[in-house]
Nanobody, 123 residues
Framework: VQLVESGGGLAQPGGSLRLSCAAS????????MSWARQAPGKGLEWVAT????????SYADSVKGRFTISRDNAKSTLYLQMNSLKPEDTALYSC?????????????????WGQGTQVTVSS
């Protein structure tokens, strides 16, 4: 299993970035996928999850209404569209794979993580 994130960088407050997570080594469409982030000096924070149907999603309150998680099963790629960025969104963003296939809803347990892509929001 391999998860490779990309798309991070420097953005101004109020700006946008789109993160991607290219997955390989497993049947991507069979697993819920999530994004999580870790800011400097802080613990890991769950950001969003998308389930196998592609339309069921959940978000942390801190990003709800600003971030959108999506997936392209044909490309085995997970996305995170981040709009209205704030300085407090600065963090290392990582994608993660559910350890159980075909989970329809609920809390996800992870067995694989990517290395992450850095997002910095600053003027």
């Amino acid at each position: 299993v391999q998860l490779v994130e990309s798309g991070g960088g420097l953005a101004q407050p109020g700006g946008s970035l789109r993160l991607s997570c290219a997955a390989s080594g497993f049947t991507f469409s069979h697993y819920a996928m999530s994004w999580a982030r870790q800011a400097p000096g802080k613990g890991l924070e769950w950001v969003a999850t998308i389930y196998t149907d592609g339309s069921s999603t959940s978000y942390a309150d801190s990003v709800k209404g600003r971030f959108t998680i999506s997936r392209d099963n044909a490309k085995s790629t997970l996305y995170l569209q981040m709009n209205s960025l704030k300085p407090e969104d600065t963090a290392l963003y990582s994608c993660a794979k559910d350890k159980i296939s075909w989970r329809p809803f609920g809390e996800v347990e992870y067995d694989y993580w990517g290395q992450g892509t850095q997002v910095t929001v600053s003027s």
